[in-house]
């Protein structure tokens, strides 16, 4: 029998002793015992965090959204800039009052910020209150290492294992009910040269397209509307060439009625999965191809392998099969020894693309990586400036594609109520622009036919037709 089914069977027992641990211990003290999983970064993270939460209901906890108060805080970190880790320190050492009130409470850090040695250990010195570190290779053995911790009483460290295989039937507990997100490979071989992804999530692994469409066939047949095939670069799939674009016509016979998928690299796409763009009913008009930069010395550096031009030609062949699409983008400034003139060219490709949303980041030294040893001398400030005018680009070109869609008639999928007024519910249209619209609670999950009224800066209006 393989390792990975062993090593599963074997995490079932110690998930049911766990269980059998808690439910005595709830029963001494009369209340049951509660987790909270707070997620850093990206979709491939929350994906991560919802097996994480299937794990603990299996174990019998029951999840709250509130981490103050509950028994077990699990913290899935990023490790992709700085700011999410400084995020995550301030955010543990925040939680040693709790722990004071609440001597059963225990704290677990996991994800990529713990595949990173240094950061292991500085868990380890200086926040003894937490009880259990692991890392994105180790996931699956969290029943294992919860146990261990709730029975010795200790802390458990579980970091080292760097094989990173594919565990197929872990639990999990999908935070919506009509939309799911399905990781279809792991890891990355790209080395993009500022990127940390490569060293904490391990290189590529893809699952067997049989386990990504029982997963789907499952899902329908739970009533899933939507889903979103996720992975570091989707294009190498099965190795890369035509496989993705082979899944996505397997999926799209299934009958899922909204197909999504991301991150796609430029440099891999593949001309099938071009053309899947013009073929396939259920593949929606919508495509996050990350540019990053569109000057060419500076994608060389980056090590992106591929020029402005090669990215233009790519977005010309998309709009020629599907000019509705609606293309998104990761764009970083300031890469080391970036100038004015270099910068000059990513706004350009910005104004010439016209994204309908583009993520902007500084770029930030990852400790590792072949960027964070190149000379960098331009000061922050104005780092901060070029960031500025790309956002305010991105902003004028949002706005007037979202007002281009005032009038039209959309089906969208209904996804959340309104955090402000709970008659004013939101979904997204085929290509991915969020409308907000009346309703309620009832019509999350169902697809509705609206007439867009008006555009804000991010959003859109409509009513029900
Ligand atoms: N695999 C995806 C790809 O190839 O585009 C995304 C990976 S990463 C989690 C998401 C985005 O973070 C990247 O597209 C890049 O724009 C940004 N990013 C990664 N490393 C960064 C760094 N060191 N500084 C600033 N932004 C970074
Ligand atoms: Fe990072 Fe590049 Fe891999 Fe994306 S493709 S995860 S940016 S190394």
Redesign the pocket.
């Known amino acids: 029998m393989p390792n990975e089914i062993t090593d599963m069977m074997r995490q079932r027992e110690y998930t049911d002793a766990v269980r059998e641990i808690l439910s005595e211990k709830s029963a001494r003290r009369g209340r049951e015992y509660t987790a909270c999983v707070v997620t850093y970064g990206c979709q491939q993270n929350e994906n991560d965090s919802e097996r994480l939460r299937g794990m603990l209901l299996l174990m019998g906890y029951r999840l709250t959204p509130e981490r103050r108060g509950a028994d077990l805080v699990v913290f899935n970190t990023c490790a992709v800039r700085e700011g999410a880790e400084m995020r995550l320190f301030g955010n543990v050492g925040a939680l040693v009052h709790e722990k004071r009130k609440n001597p059963d409470m225990m704290i677990a850090v996991c994800g990529c910020m713990m595949q990173i040695e240094e950061n292991a250990r500085r868990i380890k010195m200086r926040y003894p209150h937490v009880d259990m570190v692991f890392g994105t290779h180790t996931l699956y053995r969290f029943p294992e290492i919860l146990l261990n911790t709730l029975k010795n009483g200790g802390r458990t460290f579980d970091v080292l294992d760097t094989k990173g295989h594919i565990y197929e039937g872990l639990p999990i507990l999908r935070d919506k009910s009509f939309s799911a997100n399905i990781s279809v490979m792991y890891g ?1 071989n ?3 040269s500022y ?1 940390i ?2 060293y904490v999530r391990g290189r590529e692994r893809s699952r067997a397209p049989e386990a990504i469409i029982d997963e789907c066939l499952r899902l329908m047949d739970g009533g899933v509307q939507e889903i979103m095939l996720l992975g ?2 989707v294009n190498s799939y099965g190795g890369g060439g035509r496989a993705f674009a082979e899944l996505l016509y397997r999926l799209d016979r299934l009958g899922i009625p909204r197909i999504r998928f991301m ?1 796609s ?1 430029p440099k891999d796409i593949s001309d099938e999965l071009i053309a899947a763009y013009g073929e396939l009913k259920h593949l929606m008009p919508q495509l996050h191809l990350p540019v990053q930069a569109g000057n060419d010395e500076i994608l060389r550096a980056m090590n992106r392998r591929y020029t402005r031009e090669k990215y233009l030609e790519t977005v010309r062949k998309l709009r020629k099969v599907c000019p509705e699409i609606g293309l998104t983008s990761d764009i970083i400034v300031g890469f080391p020894g970036e100038t004015l003139e270099q910068f000059e060219d990513t706004m350009s490709l910005a104004r010439e693309v016209r994204f309908d949303a583009a993520y902007t980041f500084i770029f930030s030294p990852r400790a590792g990586t072949r960027a964070a040893e190149m000379p960098d001398d331009t000061p922050y400030e104005e780092k901060s400036r070029r960031i500025q005018r790309l956002i305010d680009l991105q902003q004028r070109i949002t706005l007037q594609i979202l007002e281009k869609q005032v009038g039209r008639r959309e089906t969208v999928l209904v996804e959340s109520v309104s955090a402000r007024d709970e008659n004013s519910v939101g979904g997204k249209t085929p290509r991915g622009h969020m409308v907000n619209l009346p309703g309620d609670r009832g019509l999350i999950g169902k697809f509705v036919d609206v007439e867009i009224t008006s555009a804000g800066r991010n959003t859109l209006r409509g009513k029900r037709i």
């Open positions: 990355c790209n080395f993009c990127c992804v490569p570091q670069n991150t690299h």
